[in-house]
């Protein structure tokens, strides 16, 4: 998550097993706040050795997968599921320092996948110390983070979570540090298994309405073609910015609100972290203007009449046109609710373009991504 700051142990266990599997798919679980309310989607893992199981929040820009560790003293931490170093059997400590360790090995790999849980066993995973995160609050049913990032790129950047580690960088740049390979570091287990042809690089992820009692899955190795209607899927170019999915497009509209940069380009992104659509600020005032929408100032959302008239959210590319229904951004949390909370927010600051591809947009298309291709997908949830 580009808000948050973590600072981890990173453990890279050794390496027992090395199967290959295509096209296997896991079950994902809804994550809901204390309000009940939505907010993101889990997954279930086996890691270390001895193993032990994580709920992990499912993440498309975060590059690594961490969880709990038993030296945190951070609130989000208490009553977590933890894992300590001191009880792998297969872990040696490279670099020990009073904020950071590096724990390596000759190899990592994923072990083997069944439909409830993903078994990372002798994987690379990492140890939470510290926390700043924002939204901390929406996410305190899950133990750490399974990130999905950066699978299109070399190397993680600006280190493994988005921010610049001193432990990251290359051993030219740390003379005085072991000599340690980047990538191990800055893996997660599904890069790491495409890179070593354990996995087709084709990862699917499928998040169907909470209201259509449709099982939402991760597919790793290929396309859902249950959930998916892949005749009329749609694919985009991805740019090298960084850990996200990045790709170019031209503009957006909802009814005659509308965001048009004429002199540069903009860009969209998919996050599985965000309950909502993030969008400019000046597009965000005239949505709720014309929908005369009232900001809830404990929630921080914006509400609208559940009965109103809404029109579909467009985003335009240089191929394609995507429209997201109102039914997927206007969400009656109680069945008695007369205000519905309208799932947009502005994003960054007034001059950023960026739109963020949250939850809403997941509920309407299935996104599959290609990064050996430098590609993303994007197919109508049957």
């Known amino acids: 998550m580009r808000d948050t700051l973590i600072k981890l142990t990173v453990i890279l266990c050794t390496l027992l097993a090395r199967p290959t599997f295509a096209g296997q ?24 050795n001895p193993e032990k199981e994580f709920s992990v929040l499912l993440d498309t820009v975060t590059a ?31 670099i020990s320092s009073p904020q950071t360790q590096l724990h390596g090995c000759q190899s990592v790999t994923i072990d083997s996948l069944d439909e409830e849980r993903l078994n990372f066993t002798n994987s690379p995973f990492g140890t939470l110390l510290m ?29 493994v979570l988005g921010f610049p580690s001193p432990y990251l960088k290359k051993t ?18 599904i890069k790491k298994a495409i890179r070593e042809k354990q996995l087709e690089p084709i990862i699917t992820i499928a998040l169907p309405s909470l209201d259509s009692y449709k099982t939402a899955v991760l597919m790793l190795g290929g396309r859902d073609d249950k959930l998916c209607d892949l005749e009329n899927e749609k694919n985009e170019w991805l740019v090298d910015f960084g850990n996200r999915y990045d790709f170019e497009y031209l503009s957006i509209n ?28 000046q597009f965000m005032q005239q949505i709720v203007r014309n929908l005369n929408a009232t900001k809830n100032e404990t929630t921080k959302k914006y509400m609208v009449d559940c009965q109103g008239s809404f029109e579909p959210f467009v985003m ?10 109102p039914e997927h951004f206007i ?24 739109v963020v591809l949250g939850i809403p947009f997941f509920h309407q298309f299935c996104v599959t991504l290609e990064p050996r291709d430098g590609r993303i997908n ?3 949830i049957i």
């Open 25 to 48: 798919q896991v079950e994902l679980y809804p994550v809901h706040n204390k309000a009940d309310h939505h907010t993101g989607y889990a997954v279930k893992v086996m890691i270390g």
């Open 64 to 94: 690594f997968l961490w969880v709990v560790g038993p030296d945190s003293k951070h609130p989000f931490c208490h009553g977590k599921t933890t894992y300590s170093k001191v009880n792998s059997n297969t872990c040696t400590t490279l």
């Open 131 to 159: 926390l700043q995160w924002p939204e901390l609050e929406d996410y305190q049913q899950i133990d750490g983070v399974f990130g999905l990032s950066a699978l299109h790129i070399k190397d993680t950047v600006n280190g």
């Open 172 to 189: 030219y740049d740390t003379p005085h540090l072991p000599t340690i390979e980047t990538d191990k570091i800055a893996d997660n287990p």
């Open 254 to 281: 909802m009814g005659n609100a509308t965001s048009l940069n004429k002199f540069l380009k903009t860009y969209a992104y998919p996050d599985t972290t965000k309950p909502y659509i993030g969008v400019p600020d």
């Open 316 to 325: 335009y590319t240089h191929t394609n046109i995507y429209t997201l229904e």
């Open 331 to 354: 969400i009656k949390h109680n069945q008695e609710d007369t205000q519905c909370e309208l799932a947009f927010r502005s994003h960054g600051n007034i001059f950023d373009q960026t």
């Open 378 to 380: 994007f197919a109508p």
